[in-house]
């Protein structure tokens, strides 16, 4: 039997299962924190059809046991990702990344967050072809990938200039590559864990395949796998703890694909329970057997995936929030936690 997330109100707040923020406008982009010592930390973009967009960080105040907005600045349109710079342990700067027109790096300091440095790879153009996505590598920090509605991919690498007296050292980046990754748009990027997880990742895109591509090896990528209908591909997560294991999704389309790149082309799994377009994916970041998805039907569902090949039915865990879920994230340092995002609210469920 499906369990359900409980929504019922304790008084001990260091009990609580769910957190809310509402935010001054529409949610879309979204992204816990990393650092341990930043503990229930995100950073949220505003969906605003118009060049004035926002970006908040946002923390939860555990003793009041309510959000609180540490920092707010502008950003130039629609934010189509955020990412936390991914250093567990804060040996580097506390950096935040955006993707939008360009992509761009942003430094938290203690008073304020400033523009660290924009990636443009186009100089010569006065007209630029916007981020879809990008992912930053975990095994290596100083790598960014980009995917664009141009057919590319860039993948980027970052440089920390030296430390000159007292002056904090500054952070820029420089193109290792840049691929023509699909016959149309490209609308995701990740990198895999596979071979040190420095040089293995994978794209969707509009043509309605997934490619993997291997950066010691570019003259070949493989196709993983093409929707019959050719329907575009929106998004892909891989597998934190299995790297043969990724996940995509089609445009309208209410099920999550699981592919094994060992056995390419054929699903080896099909989630079908939501009843509307599902929005995004994330795997469990302590588990290889667990999933959750997420979906204009406002459902948020963990699934295990352990009985593969046999079919996946049901969920194990579902949440029913209070509008189209259009984001969801499972933290990376408290896997207890799940954010969503809907209309304009945030929350934090504890699964």
């Known amino acids: 039997k499906m369990a359900t997330i409980q929504t019922s109100p304790t008084r001990d707040s260091k009990k609580k299962e769910i957190y809310k923020y509402t935010a001054p406008w529409p949610v879309y982009a979204m992204n816990w924190s990393i650092r341990q010592d930043k503990r229930f930390r995100l950073a949220i973009g505003s969906f605003v059809e118009d060049y004035s967009n926002k970006v908040q960080v946002i923390q939860l105040d555990e003793d009041r046991g309510e959000f609180v907005m540490r920092y707010m600045f502008d950003h130039p349109y629609i934010t189509t990702k955020i990412m936390w710079i991914p250093d567990k342990l804060g040996h580097m700067p506390d950096l935040l990344a955006t993707s939008g027109d360009y992509l761009r790096l942003w430094r938290v300091n203690d008073s304020d967050i400033r523009q660290e440095c924009m990636l443009n790879n186009n100089k010569n153009s006065e007209f630029c072809a916007p981020l879809t996505s990008f992912d930053w590598n975990e095994s290596d920090p100083n790598i960014i990938g980009a995917s664009s509605i141009d057919t590319t991919c860039t993948i980027w690498g970052l440089e920390t200039g030296q430390v000159l007296g007292h002056v904090t050292n500054h952070v820029s980046g420089f193109v290792r590559t840049q691929l023509i990754a699909h016959d149309k748009e490209v609308h995701d990027i990740a990198f895999s864990r596979a071979a040190g997880g420095k040089d293995i990742f994978a794209s969707v895109g509009s043509d309605g395949s997934v490619r993997m591509f291997d950066l010691r090896n ?94 996946i039915e049901v969920p194990i865990l579902a949440y029913t929030a209070e509008g189209e879920i259009n984001q969801v994230q499972w933290s990376a340092t408290q896997p207890d936690w799940i954010s969503i995002c809907y209309k304009d609210c945030v929350e934090i469920l504890r699964v």
């Open 218 to 311: 570019l003259e070949h990528s493989t196709i993983l796998y093409e929707d019959s209908k050719q329907l575009p591909l929106l998004r892909l997560s891989w597998n934190k703890q299995d790297p043969n294991y990724l996940a995509t999704f089609a445009l309208d389309s209410t099920e999550v694909i699981i592919l094994d790149v060992r056995v390419p082309s054929v699903p080896v799994a099909r989630l079908c329970n939501h009843q509307a377009s599902v929005n995004g994916v994330t795997w469990a970041p302590h588990s290889s057997c667990h999933v959750c998805t997420a979906a204009d039907d406002h459902q948020a569902l963990i699934w295990d995936i352990q009985p593969m090949p046999q079919p």
